[in-house]
DNA sequence: CATATTTTGTTTGTGTACAAATAGACTGTG
DNA sequence: CACAGTCTATTTGTACACAAACAAAATATG
């Protein structure tokens, strides 16, 4: 194999991304350590949504129908949101924020805000929205 | 709270690199369905050192020590590395890539490479070096 | 209307990922 | 030498993440 063929870890977007992400959680969780990143995202979209069927939410915050599950279960198990079948359709789960799960809400936006400052930190505003314009059209 | 002050999950970029990194797995899973990007993180590193003790290929590849074990195991069950005690330091368990573990390296370096060209491939070659080295900026 | 298909949700199994507690082995310093 | 501190690995518990298989409900189509 030529040198220049090399497969060099290091240098593969999957490996920078999985540590970029790493670096991100760890930031959250010392910013936020009340809930993690795709709990407090599923609690953001369902606030800004005012309810959503279960399986909605999971498309709308990018999760699959098992992991939709386990969040939603657990955000329910602390108040943070109710569900209930609904009437009309009875396969759909309707979700909605309690008033608890609101205030969580709104206590921690800032705070979430500000994970997402310090995460792209060592980028000028320039190159911050360079990134994040580029990381949206891989997606 | 201000219109321009709200949250929006999808503007986030921890948001934004989760779904990236989504992508990535799915068209690594597709290209090299015999093996996770973790895992091949891990024998490809392996290889490129010979040998390595099971901590320090785990700082290498920015696992966690849980995380490492749970890999090295199942390299290990499919006979892809072998592992040994050190008896200079017993503490240590120093791993190697088997004669098999090299061979499926070398089967697959350059379709993970693939991988990466492929996950890149919505943004011209500039573009790709850019994210590259914004990303290795933010971690 | 009857049934084939689709949608929604659940369950099970596997694989990261990390925190915290534990144990054994090494190292440094008094 | 003794022993305090450090390093390596393991174990346990929690939380995503996805595939696959299943059941129940709704919809589409003949």
Redesign the pocket.
Known sequence: MDKNDAYILERQVGFVM?RAV?RH??IF?ALIPEM?P??FAALAKLCELGQA????LGRLTS?????I???VD?LRARELITSAPLE??????MLAPTRKGRAMYRKYAAQAAEVSRQTLAPLDEGEQRQLMQLLERII
């Open positions: 999985r790493q959680i760890a969780s993690t795709t709990q069927s279960q399986n909605e999760m699959d129908v098992a992991t599950k386990g969040v657990r009309s359709d009875k396969r759909r789960l």
